[in-house]
Nanobody, 117 residues
Framework: QVQLVESGGGLVQPGGSLTVSCVAS????????LAWFRQTVGRQRELVAQ???????LYVHSVRGRFTISRDNSKNTVDLQMNDLRPEDTANYFC???????????WGQGTQVTVSS
């Protein structure tokens, strides 16, 4: 079992930066893949970025070069640094975790990011 708690959302102007953070609690968190998803009303939840236990990461095309995912296994945290934010990045951002080769089965409650002038 893994519990996830996000923080760091808020209102930011277009072109600005924001970091959302997630703390994971449970056993063997270091073996889990961790990810950030986002969702807006009426749309499916979208994988934004993922980082595996070995540090390999991947990003959805729309955020490559602007967002960076990182994890600290000593603190059981995963951060998403977001730069050059755009209005279309506005969403509820969720932290997720999964065991290797399993589905994303653990979710946080989400943190709202709003990009607006």
């Amino acid at each position: 079992q893994v519990q996830l708690v996000e923080s760091g959302g808020g209102l930011v102007q277009p072109g600005g930066s924001l970091t959302v953070s997630c703390v994971a609690s449970g056993s063997e968190v270091g073996m889990y893949s961790l990810a950030w998803f986002r969702q807006t009303v009426g749309r499916q939840r979208e994988l934004v970025a993922q980082i595996n236990s070995d540090g390999d990461s991947l990003y959805v095309h729309s955020v490559r070069g602007r967002f960076t995912i990182s994890r600290d296994n000593s603190k059981n945290t995963v951060d998403l640094q977001m730069n050059d934010l755009r209005p279309e990045d506005t969403a509820n951002y969720f932290c997720a975790a999964r065991r290797p080769f399993e589905v994303w089965g653990y979710w946080g409650q989400g943190t709202q990011v709003t990009v607006s002038s």
